[in-house]
């Protein structure tokens, strides 16, 4: 059972650039949340995608978008990149039927911004 | 608004030792309360959460938490660490009902000593 996958796990861009990261959940799981991780500190919020909207959202500007498709995989999106972007990115997939919705994490993708 | 409060950034314990990482919120309504553990770039894994019932709850790894409403507290404790448990620890908050992000603490790094 494959767990929660993100690609790439790497990635660097320069300031004012454009990034796109890419999330699959885990089986069975329909609902897509997006975390921001910077160094030493706890993941935030950014967004959550169930049924192809946005659900609920975090403290973030604009410049953060995402998608969620029909099989349930999600992309965020980040304009106009800022030195203050770089940060680890965590999806997190769930299950809203589940009530609770017990998030499982994947890797990360590590965005480096010059 | 929800928040987490993580005491201890850092704590350092020797092999064996008994460990208890403190973890503090602050919420106005009913709240599920989990701890994810982070190892050295990974992603956060779930350690053990609250839901309801029984307010000792416990991890298959030895971990075991503790709810208490009155003090608004949910501590992580193990009785003997093992350097394998060397890790980034973090707390997280999700509203009983209807909200479906998580709210994190900073973490603490538990470093287990030889």
């Known amino acids: 059972d494959a767990g929660v996958t993100q690609s790439p796990t790497h990635l660097i861009k320069t300031r004012g650039q454009q990034v796109t990261l890419r999330c699959s959940p885990k089986s069975g799981h329909d609902t897509v949340s997006w975390y921001q991780q910077a160094l030493g500190q706890g993941p935030q919020f950014i967004f959550q995608y169930y049924e192809e909207e946005e659900r609920q959202r975090g403290n973030f500007p604009d410049r953060f978008s995402g998608h969620q498709f029909p099989n349930y995989s999600s992309e965020l999106n980040v304009n106009a990149l800022l030195l203050g972007d770089s940060a680890l990115y965590l999806c997190?997939?769930?299950?809203?039927?589940?009530?609770?919705?017990?998030?499982?994490f994947g890797a990360g993708t590590r965005l480096s911004v010059l | 608004a929800q928040s987490v409060t993580q005491l201890d950034s850092q704590v350092p314990v020797f092999e064996e030792a008994p460990v208890e990482l403190r973890c503090n919120y602050s919420s106005s309504v009913s709240v599920y309360l989990f701890w994810y553990v982070q190892y050295p770039n990974q992603g956060l894994q779930l350690l053990l959460k609250y839901l309801s019932g029984s307010t000792l709850v416990e991890s298959i790894n030895g971990f075991e938490a503790e709810f208490n409403k009155s003090q608004t507290s949910f501590h992580l404790r193990k009785p003997s660490v093992h350097i394998s448990d060397t890790a980034e620890y973090f707390c997280?908050?999700?509203?009983?009902?209807?909200?479906?992000?998580?709210?994190f603490g900073t973490g603490t790094r538990l470093k287990v000593l030889a």
């Open positions: 997190a997939s769930s299950l809203t039927s589940q009530g609770v919705g017990i998030q499982y």
């Open positions: 997280a908050v999700s509203r009983g009902s209807g909200t479906y992000k998580y709210i």
